[in-house]
């Protein structure tokens, strides 16, 4: 199985929204809503941001949306603040009962 | 609330059997909405899915690791574990294990802090 593609990279300034991309296949994003994103600031675990495309764990800010269209899910990080920079995954569930990461984003607070 | 613990060897040597533990506190692994995956990241990389089981017992692995991977479950000790047989150098890596079914079920939260395993030829 391919991993989802993310770009390596996004940036933004404090208080501006910043929007990163997961690209699959009709596999895994295309076929369910079964996307979720995962935040992980340098050393530590992963923490669950979104699941089911675009619902967010109670004590995730509202500030983290999620949404999908076709292939491509994208989570939206609005009024951007430095403790949010981290790396970025996102994650579907496939067809095959597996799971596929993307390869990560590096969001950066400038 | 469910807290998960990964245990095991740090170093290994190429062709050994990497054996990992998972404990689990606050909740038994057996109830059935529960679900359990181990996930892996390499030094400086992107997360890699190893497998999930399922509470019933049903595994599902990554096919770049099949031939090689056991995760299994010992309700006694409210462990799960994962086995990786004949390993090299490219199995170092922090493995995670993580819960998936007490939020969104298609979903790992939470997770472990991860255990660092080098592979040593």
């Known amino acids: 199985q391919s991993a989802l593609t993310q770009p390596p990279s996004v940036s933004g300034s404090p208080g501006q929204s910043v929007t990163i991309s997961c690209t699959g296949s009709s596999s895994d994003v295309g076929s369910y809503n079964r996307v979720s994103w995962y935040q992980q600031p340098p050393g530590t675990a992963p923490k669950l941001m979104i699941y089911?495309?675009?619902n967010r764990p109670s004590g995730v800010p509202g500030r983290f949306s999620g949404s999908k269209s076709g292939n491509t899910a994208s989570l939206t990080i609005s009024g951007l603040q430095a403790e949010d920079e981290g790396d970025y995954y996102c994650s579907s569930y496939t067809s095959s009962y597996t799971f596929v990461f993307g390869g990560g984003t590096k969001l950066t607070v400038l | 609330q469910l807290q998960l613990q990964e245990s095991g060897p740090g170093l290994l040597k190429s062709s050994e059997t990497l054996s990992l533990t998972c404990t689990v506190s606050g909740d038994s692994i057996s109830r059935s909405t529960f679900y359990w995956g181990w996930i892996r990241q390499h030094p400086g990389m992107g997360l890699e899915w190893i497998g999930t089981m399922y509470y019933r017992g049903s595994t599902f692995y990554n096919p770049s690791l099949k031939s090689r991977v056991t995760i299994s479950a010992d309700t006694s000790k409210n462990e799960i574990s994962l086995n990786l047989s004949s390993v090299t150098a490219a199995d170092s890596a922090v493995y995670y294990c993580a819960s998936a079914g007490s939020g969104g079920y298609y979903a790992f939260d939470p997770w472990g802090q991860g255990t660092l395993v080098i592979v040593s030829s």
């Open positions: 089911e495309v675009s």
